[in-house]
């Protein structure tokens, strides 16, 4: 046997032993590219509930101090202002599971401020425990030129 043919069998082996070890490797491929698959779905899901759920916060602290400051007596406004803003955030659905509601009435302005705890297992696909905040706050002119009894 020369030297020669001896490197070819050598290599020969090599190179099949080489292939051997990679059967399989589909196989792994595929559940790693699936769980990565699953895991970026879970993180954009969890940011549009996320998104909507604080522009629903927002529409209703704008919407709460509009009404509060279009009343004749500002006071008396209020539980309608938290009943508004509760129908606007859906309180007690997987974008607000409670809604926290706070007011300054002032000389020229209202302000109001709302915040509304997300579940997080309903806001992602995993079972996630806890919930998270978010809040929002508005300011409105009171209307000098409103009806006056």
């Not at 401020?113 to 978010?134: H, K, Y």
Request: glycine share 6%.
């Amino acid at each position: 046997m020369t030297r020669r043919s001896r490197d070819r069998g050598l290599r020969a082996r090599w190179w099949s032993a080489a292939r051997a070890d990679d059967r399989g490797s589909a196989a792994a491929e595929l559940v790693v590219l699936t769980v990565v698959s699953f895991l970026f779905v879970s993180v954009v899901i969890f940011a549009g509930k996320m998104n909507v759920s604080s522009a629903h916060v927002e529409a209703a602290a704008r919407s709460a101090a509009r009404t509060i400051s279009l009343a004749r007596n500002p006071g008396s406004a209020v539980d309608e202002a938290r009943e508004q803003a509760s129908s606007i955030v859906d309180e007690g659905s997987e974008f607000c599971t409670d809604m926290g509601f706070d007011y300054a009435i002032g000389e020229e302005q209202v302000t109001v401020e709302i915040t509304c705890n997300v579940d997080l297992s309903e806001a992602t696909l995993a079972e996630l425990p806890g919930s998270l905040p978010v809040s929002a706050d508005a300011t409105e002119s009171i209307d000098r030129y409103r009806e006056r009894t």
